[in-house]
């Protein structure tokens, strides 16, 4: 009994699965014909999506024209849910449904309006939207498969980029509207490690610390959406980038790859070079390394050669490459059996080759050189072209130079550097140096070539020398009246600068400088002095003796000499030849007249440091020595060192002298008749006292823009002298 019951049993259980198979193959061909087909084929579809899941969505609807949507109502959830997908027909806008998988959905809508789409993804996501006024837009979206839930607001928001939206959130809101305006507009800050998904509009500060921002920007720009902005501050180095967060993440990989220390990714090292010039090997390394592979455009290995070291940088991506760099300078940098035996010319471009021919001399020789080489007017000249350099003896004068070369000067002295084997020549006509040494010995030659072979520095110096009639009111002199107020000094125009308002102020020397006795130098404000000599000058007191003007090289004498030569008798010999006696006379030329004799010397500090000496002389009256009548002159002159800013004037002053005139004046043909002709001529005899007063100034012309610059003022002001003595000669 229980064995058939065992086997009606086991049949039963057959027959029911059976049944259960093709119920379920039934509902299986039914469902695949709804989606196929639809659920009333051929028939008309409703304008409003239809929207079914397993739970009630909440939801706000979008808003029409700038005004918040209502609430949609909850749609009862399917008993048995199903996906479906729809195949829109004609005219159809689209439909969703949800899947079997809980949490996914998809999404099919064909020319759907932008409010249709937004009622949708309003009751999918829970979030609230404001649609901007005149924003409208037909959409097509098919979903091939299930998307989960969370992501429909990223799809959402690529779909509005793609028809040039963007979603801009505000609070509780998202504001829609079109991209152009979405940019002016406060964007969502992120961080670059945290974006948000989708292609909503946020922006990033990033910045950058390792290469320009600028350099950034120009990469990048090709990169952004059309949605994409980018700004740089300047001041921290750092990128202001508003772009979809989709695209922001490639532009973060891209900024992240670019800034990064070089430096630490590269091998760095100097090499000292020691036997060969450095831009030789640079060119022998080149050439190498070119033929390896390594050229000019690649990066792996870059050489610098540094001249004031004889070094060579090397920068190598690599150990491996840096090492090979390392031998093979080992193996170039050999020295010659000829090395010694190096000629090496160099132009001199600045000075004469013969003065720094004497000092390369003096710092790469044995001889002790002099106590102070700064104080002898000019340097020692050097051996004819073609004569080799070497230095004297020790205890020979400076001045003495060898005329044959020494086959060694490398003995260490004091004040000197020691280097063997150096023969300096000097060729005149091409103002060059001929060097004969080491290429080693001549780098450190070279470098100090360098420095001395500068162009010089030059001075402009106005000079104004005028003598003053001296009466009671300058009885002390033009200085002691600016001082006590007691001049008669008005503003006027002419050449001379205007007056100072207060002529009384305080003149002091400069810097603290005490002029010697009979002599005074004023440099804080000349032109009170240049006021006084033109007040006087009106009144018929003052006699400009000479203006010139001189420019002259930095620590180089310059003179200038107005006036005569005199033949003076310096030697007489008596003689007898023959029965007859005769005088010999030696006979020489003395210089007369205003003699200026100036050198400058300018200071680091921009100062200007002359020693002046200042001479006017005259011929007087022949004096009688013996039986031989001798001539004789009038001398004032002043000699001094004084030190003046830029531009600054110095007044000497001081230099008074008695002078006594006779004038003769009569009735004309009477006062010449013998005996009565006293009777109607008288003489006329005066005394009086005249100053010498010198104002210089001192102008630094450091260039050739400055020399043509200071001859344009010189040229003017000889332009307002002449135009001033054209209008005094016409009043006169």
């Known amino acids: 009994m229980s064995s058939h019951l065992k086997r009606y049993g086991g049949l039963i259980s057959r027959l029911v699965l059976k049944a259960f198979s093709i119920q379920f193959l039934i509902a299986l061909t039914v469902t695949l014909a709804c989606a196929e087909g639809g659920p009333d084929k051929g028939s008309p579809v409703q304008n409003k999506p239809e929207i079914k899941s397993e ?25 048995a849910p199903q996906r479906a997908r729809l195949k829109p027909g004609a005219g159809e806008q689209g439909r969703l449904r949800q899947s079997q998988v809980a949490g996914t959905v998809a999404l099919n809508f064909s020319d759907a309006s932008l409010g249709d789409i937004l009622r949708t993804i309003t009751e999918l996501t829970g979030e609230n939207f404001i649609l901007a006024p005149g924003i409208s837009a037909r959409i097509s979206i098919q979903t091939s498969r299930p998307v989960p839930q969370k992501d429909v607001l990223g799809i959402f928001e690529s779909i509005l980029e793609v028809n040039g939206l963007a979603a801009i959130k505000n609070g509780a809101y998202y504001k829609i509207m079109p991209v152009a305006a979405a940019k002016q507009h406060a964007v969502e800050l992120f961080n670059g490690t945290a974006l948000p998904r989708g292609d909503r509009l946020i922006s990033i500060v990033a910045p950058v610390e390792f290469v320009s921002a600028n350099d950034l920007i120009q990469i990048l720009k090709p990169m952004l959406s059309a949605a994409g902005n980018i700004v740089n501050y300047q001041k921290a180095n750092t990128l202001i980038i508003t772009d979809t967060a989709s695209n922001m993440k490639g532009l973060l990989d891209i900024i992240d790859a670019i800034d990064i220390n070089a430096f630490s990714k590269m091998s760095i090292a100097l090499v000292q070079v020691t036997n060969v010039d450095v831009k030789t090997l640079d060119r022998e390394l080149t050439d190498i390394f070119a033929a390896l592979g ?11 050669p540094i001249e004031r070291l004889n070094t060579v940088a090397l920068f190598a991506s690599s150990e491996q490459l840096m090492s090979s760099a390392r031998e093979w300078i080992e193996k170039l940098d050999q020295s010659t059996s000829d090395d010694a035996d190096s000629i090496h010319v160099y132009y001199v471009q600045n000075d004469k080759a013969s003065t720094v021919g004497d000092m390369i001399e003096q710092l790469y020789s044995s001889r002790k050189p002099a106590s102070s080489a ?44 020691a280097v063997e084997g150096v023969k300096i020549y000097v060729y005149e006509p ?65 050449i001379f600068p205007a007056v100072v308002a207060n002529p009384k102020a305080a003149i002091t020397a400069p810097l603290g400088l005490t002029a010697p006795a009979g002599l005074t130098a004023v440099a804080t404000d000349a032109s009170r002095f240049f006021a006084a000599i033109q007040a006087l000058s009106t009144a018929g007191k003052v006699n400009v003796l000479s203006n010139p003007h001189i420019l002259v090289k930095n620590y180089e004498k310059a003179s200038i000499n107005v006036g005569s030569d005199e033949p ?56 009688v020595v013996g039986s031989a009548i001798y001539p004789s002159f009038t001398k004032r002159e002043a000699e001094t060192s004084v030190v003046a800013k830029d531009g600054e004037s110095l007044v ?50 450091s260039n050739p823009a400055q020399a043509a610059t200071v001859t344009s003022e010189v040229r003017g002001k000889l332009k307002g002298v002449k135009e001033f003595l054209m209008k005094k000669n016409y009043a006169e």
Request: proline fraction near 8%; charge should be neutral; hydrophobic fraction near 35%.
């Open 55 to 79: 739970q009630t969505q909440q939801g706000r609807l979008p808003a029409e024209a700038g005004q918040a949507l209502p609430t949609a109502m909850p749609e009862p959830a399917q008993s």
């Open 430 to 494: 091409s103002n060059a140096l001929i060097i004969q040494c080491s290429h080693r010995d001549y780098q450190n030659i070279l470098t100090t070539l360098r420095e001395l072979d500068r162009p010089p520095k030059q001075v402009l110096i106005d000079a104004l020398i005028a003598e003053v009639k001296l009466d009671d009111v300058l009885k002390y002199g033009i200085q002691w009246s600016v001082i006590s107020g007691n001049a008669n000094i008005q503003q006027n125009t002419g």
């Open 652 to 701: 000497i002053g001081g230099l008074i002298q008695d002078r006594n005139e006779v004038t003769a004046s009569g009735i004309p043909l009477l006062s010449k008749i013998p005996l009565l002709g006293p009777l109607f001529r008288f003489t006329t005899k005066t005394a009086g006292k005249t100053e010498l007063v010198i104002l210089l100034t001192p102008k630094i012309v």
């Open 568 to 623: 003076v008798a310096t030697q007489s010999t008596q003689t007898a030849v023959t029965g007859t006696s005769g005088l010999i006379q030696t006979i020489e030329y003395r210089k007369t007249g205003i003699i200026l004799t100036v050198v400058p010397q300018i200071t680091d500090g921009g100062m200007v440091s002359m020693t002046i000496r200042q001479e006017v002389s005259d011929k007087s009256t022949d004096r």
């Open 374 to 417: 700064a104080s002898r007017p000019s340097s020692p000249s050097l051996a004819s072209q073609g004569s080799p350099r070497a230095a004297p003896a020790a205890g020979s004068p400076p001045a003495a130079v060898a005329t044959q070369p020494r086959p060694d000067i490398g003995a260490k002295a004091e004040g000197g550097v």
């Open 294 to 304: 390594y050229g000019s455009d690649a990066a792996q290995l870059v050489m610098v």
